[in-house]
Nanobody
Framework: QVRLAESAGGSVQAGESLRLSCVVF????????WAWFRQAPGKEREGVAS?????????????YYTDSMKDRVTISRNSADDSVFLEINSMKPEDTAMYYC????????????????????WGQGTQVTVSS
């Protein structure tokens, strides 16, 4: 198990960019899938992006993005301290949500990365509000 702590999201204007950080406390393995999810009021939690860095024979670096945001988001990871980042460009009011960092310590990311039940470690979330 690890503890995940998201940075403060905050409020931004539509069109601006925002970079969220997730600090990781604890030991991690190379076979780990890191992901960002978000949940707006009254909606289900949805996957935004995921990243894993595994051995070459297991696919190496893998990144996945939700289709609705793939042209505006970038996920990245700092291997030195295992922190994970999510950058969102051209933010829209509909991006307003609680954003969560998650980790599946058992395997690298696969095509079912958007399923929240696959992740056994979650941060507490950080609120992002986009005003028009």
């Amino acid at each position: 198990q690890v503890r995940l702590a998201e940075s403060a999201g905050g409020s931004v204007q539509a069109g601006e960019s925002l970079r969220l950080s997730c600090v990781v406390f604890g030991s991690v393995y190379s076979r780990t899938c890191w992901a960002w999810f978000r949940q707006a009021p009254g909606k289900e939690r949805e996957g935004v992006a995921s990243i894993s860095v595994g051995p070459i024979y297991a696919g190496g670096i893998k990144e996945y993005y939700t289709d609705s945001m793939k042209d505006r988001v970038t996920i990245s990871r700092n291997s030195a301290d295992d922190s994970v980042f999510l950058e969102i460009n051209s933010m829209k009011p509909e991006d307003t949500a609680m954003y969560y960092c998650a980790a599946d310590l058992r395997r690298t990311c696969t095509t079912d990365w958007t399923d929240p039940s696959k992740y056994d470690n979650w941060g507490q979330g950080t609120q992002v509000t986009v005003s028009s």
